[in-house]
């Protein structure tokens, strides 16, 4: 089943916003590019192509350019081919105390940007909101439960119900 999100001017706008303050406090270096809005040294090979040892140096490789559907920033690598759908995934494995820095952002996109996580997004729900839909499907599914419990009892143990009376 295809599902599709509509995304707002102002959900997008401010996705790119969130994007620009987590690159700049980035852990890695990053340029402006020619070609690409932001060029880095990639944080997964640290820029360094192929070849003799004594002939490695540290290169620009790394691009973050405008995701194809407007939503925020993507990471790609040319020379190890690391790529990276959204900011959240880079912040996750680059940044000190990735874990907390990521949750902030998936929970700062879903505040404050009108819920922009979760399905249908580059970005995935945060853990807290997670858990409480997980909690609500649970209690929804123990609900149901107790009810054909409750019926099944009902039927076993009470005495039937006459319909002959019009």
């Known amino acids: 089943m295809t599902y599709h999100v ?68 993507c990471f790609k690598c040319i020379a190890c081919k690391e790529f990276r759908n959204s900011m959240y995934q880079l912040a996750k494995e680059n940044f000190p105390n990735g874990e907390a820095v990521a949750d902030w952002y998936a929970t700062y996109r879903w505040e404050q940007l009108d819920r922009a996580a979760g399905h249908g997004w580059s970005c995935p729900l945060p853990k807290k909101v997670a858990k409480s839909f997980a909690e609500a499907r649970a209690n929804k599914s123990m609900s149901k439960k107790a009810s054909a419990a409750a019926k099944v009892a009902a039927e076993r143990f009470l005495p039937p119900r006459d319909n002959t009376q019009a």
């Open 6 to 73: 509509s995304h707002t001017p102002k959900q997008l706008q401010g996705i790119y916003k969130l994007d620009q303050m987590l690159l700049n406090k980035a852990p890695f270096k990053t340029f402006p590019g020619k070609t690409t809005e932001i060029r880095c040294i990639c944080p997964y090979c640290d820029g360094l192509h192929s070849g003799k040892a004594k002939d490695r140096t540290r290169k620009v490789t790394g691009s973050i350019f405008k995701h194809k559907n407007g939503e925020g920033y």
